[in-house]
């Protein structure tokens, strides 16, 4: 059994101990200690990281016998270690763990909706509410959340029987047995759990809802406390700043600025889409007099610069038209687009073509005896070309 520090003290950084067992996880090394202040990944937050000595803890894992297995890159050398924990690590999942109690609280509080699950990842958190929340709900329980922290509320750490704890009006029912940890925020929510939490809300810093959606037939709701709020209003100003650069408007005009752009981006679109159709056509044309015979019938194989597969594919569909012929067209520059054609009632395959190609000189695609197009096709150009002189010749 290993005595647990951290449920008497979050803020212990730096601790002394005994290795009382080596194990192996996952290839790795595995510590086992007589007290250990390192949090092992439990209740949705993540495990801390640290050191002891120059020995780094990669992992920590809660065992089901009530040991702790620290994962380090190397075994060490001593059997008395001083553990470091990385106090931005550890702090950071302080303030998201205990910002989750309090906006957990808001919303049971405010409108009987129970959080469901909580996970805390990398960059932010979320919670999972029983039903729908609407954006008015979301915002009423981030105010009062954000009340809560700027009172400065002291947050106590108990302990009591399940039996006792039944009395006391847990905001969610704790299925576990034995001695339950409390976590208090004084006045506002009593709930257990064995996480790490900071002494007082102000810590906290700030509570910011991020985004909402639909899960489940409930509500997924991502926020970020303290310094995430922090380092998610400096992204989300640089990008602010950056379009309000790009467009010349203000901030508040951003929405209706990009209305517009995509608005006259899809009507640019259309206009290009109808001027290569035209272009296509002429180049088509132009592709039809330099046909060549090959195999008994004739051919048409180009490289075309500065045409996508979907010009391609109108160039080769408007020559397709013409009796007797075979289309073969390429992009100029590897990765190639490549489109194969034909016209009615001949006896080339199309698709057969192209997959012969595409097994020669890579990519991938595929279509119909009439017609088929793929991509990705690695080879140059010519290269591709010769191999389609090849396959119309046999």
């Not at 489109?339 to 279509?367: C, F, N, P, S, T």
């Amino acid at each position: 059994m290993t005595d647990k520090l951290y449920y008497a003290d979050s803020y212990l950084r730096e601790f002394d101990a005994q290795l009382v067992d080596t194990a192996s996880h996952d290839g790795k090394t595995a510590l086992v200690l007589d007290r250990t202040a390192f949090y092992p990944t439990s209740g949705g937050q993540p495990f801390d990281v640290g050191t002891f000595g120059d020995v780094r803890v990669l992992d920590v894992i809660d065992g089901e016998d009530g040991r702790v297995l620290h994962v380090v890159d190397r075994a060490p050398s001593a059997t008395t270690l001083h553990g470091v924990i990385d106090w931005t690590r550890r702090f950071d999942h302080m303030q998201q763990h205990t910002g989750q109690h309090v906006l957990s609280a808001a919303f049971d509080r405010l409108f009987k909706v129970r959080t469901e699950s909580f996970h805390m990842g990398a960059d932010y958190s979320t919670i999972d509410l029983a039903r729908e929340v609407s954006a008015g709900e979301i915002a009423r329980a981030e105010d009062e959340a954000n009340r809560i922290v700027w009172e400065d509320r002291p947050i106590h750490v108990r302990f009591a029987t399940a039996e006792e704890a039944q009395s006391l009006g847990l905001r969610k029912e704790s299925k576990r047995d034995g001695t339950l940890r409390l976590i208090d925020v004084e006045g506002f929510d009593l709930s257990a759990c064995g996480g790490t939490h900071v002494s007082r809300t102000g810590a906290i810093g700030i509570i910011a809802v991020s985004a909402t959606e639909k899960v489940r037939g409930g509500s997924r709701v991502t926020f970020l406390s303290g310094g995430r709020a922090l380092a998610g209003f400096r992204a989300l100003r640089d990008s602010v700043a950056g379009s309000v650069r790009i467009l010349s408007v203000l901030p508040a005009d951003l929405p209706a600025a990009i209305e517009r752009v995509q608005a006259e981006t899809r009507d640019l679109r259309k206009q290009v889409k109808d001027f290569q159709g035209k272009v296509a056509v002429q180049e088509a044309d132009t592709l039809l007099s330099s046909s060549e015979e090959i195999g008994g019938g004739r051919a048409v194989l180009a490289s075309l610069a500065g045409w996508d597969a979907g010009g391609l594919k109108t160039i080769a569909s408007h020559l397709a038209q013409t009796p007797g012929l075979v289309v073969i067209l390429v992009s100029d520059t590897p990765p190639l687009a490549l489109v194969v054609a034909r016209a009615a009632g001949m006896k080339a395959d199309a698709g057969q073509l192209l997959r012969q190609l595409v097994e020669r000189h890579g990519g991938k695609g595929g279509g119909r005896p009439e017609f088929a197009q793929g991509g990705g096709l690695t080879s140059s150009a010519r290269d591709v070309l010769q191999s389609a002189r090849t396959l119309l010749k046999a």
